[in-house]
């Protein structure tokens, strides 16, 4: 992977921010649209109440679906999640994530960055189960609910609190006024994320996003695979130095961290790593 790639990467991510964030003009009322794009999920996590969103949320419209009475909208936010996790994995994470642009903008700057324990990485599974899985399903039967408790969003999501909490109370009044414990918390999880984000790479990738343990559990069945040349490759460990979700990509090819940004490619010095989908290769030329 050259360095004009790494350029096309980023210009994708910003085309695909920009498509998600489309509404800019609503920041200065506090407007959300609401109009039938809403309807459809992003690839990636932006959240839905963010003033300029054009898409719904994964995770949000997950939960809300989550013990849901509407079989046709849950099994198309389910089987939306799964069919672009089975064709692309975690590479949606490296490419097309709105908050995964956000945290690559804030690593860029240049303090030394650390490694995390690898027991951190398994945290974010667990916040799939409980708080995308259970609790939504659990709030729904308690209050006999037609939809999911939306316990992510609430009580986590630092792309909410700064997307679409941050703006909406600098333009609503009524909010500012109402602002209790709640908004304390994620405002405290959204500032850890910051900072972690400073100090390690994709910090909130890593450790707490669920989307990303979705795509990631799919990584090893996906259509799109990151393959590598053994019979090129030296071993010379280039490539996991050069990582930013700390994979060492010759051992583990299909990792479940992996984001397939190709940062590999563009460190390996023989060329040996590229991307390979229906026994096709797109090479680092």
């Known amino acids: 992977m050259s360095v004009k790639q790494e350029i096309k990467r980023k210009l994708i991510q910003v085309v695909a921010f920009g498509f998600s964030n489309f509404h800019i003009s609503n920041f200065a009322g506090g407007k959300l649209y609401t ?58 994470c490296g490419f097309f994530c709105p908050f995964g642009l956000i945290q690559e903008l804030i690593s860029l700057i240049p303090v030394k960055k650390f490694r995390l324990p690898g027991w951190m990485t398994y945290i974010k599974y667990l916040i799939l189960l409980i708080f995308v899985l259970l609790i939504p399903e659990a709030m729904s039967l308690l209050s006999q609910s037609q939809t999911g408790i939306p316990a992510f969003c609430e009580f986590i999501c630092p792309a909410g609190t700064l997307e679409g909490g941050i703006p909406m109370l600098l333009t609503h009044k009524e909010l500012r006024d109402a602002i209790g414990p709640l908004f304390a918390l994620k405002a405290l999880i959204l500032a850890i994320v910051i900072i972690g984000c400073i100090f ?6 890593k450790t707490l996003c669920p989307l990303g343990a979705i795509y990631g559990l799919l990584n090893k069945v996906s259509i799109l695979k990151l393959h590598v040349n053994e019979k090129s490759c030296t071993h010379c460990s280039a490539c996991s130095l050069k990582c930013p979700m700390d994979v060492d990509p010759v051992k583990h090819p299909d990792s479940a961290e992996c984001i397939r940004c190709l940062k590999c490619a563009e460190a390996c010095p023989t060329h040996s ?13």
């Not at 790593?273 to 030329?285: F, G, V």
């Open 273 to 285: 790593i590229s991307i390979k989908a229906m026994a096709k290769q797109i090479t680092q030329q």
């Open 200 to 205: 390690i790479h994709r910090f909130f990738c």
């Open 35 to 92: 109009g039938k794009w809403k309807n459809f999920c992003n690839p990636g996590l932006n959240c839905y109440s963010c003033p300029a969103a054009s898409l719904a949320c994964p995770i949000g419209a997950l939960q809300a679906v989550t013990g849901s009475r509407h079989y046709n909208f849950s099994f198309y936010v389910t089987g939306l999640i799964l069919a672009l996790g089975v064709i692309f994995g975690r590479m949606i």
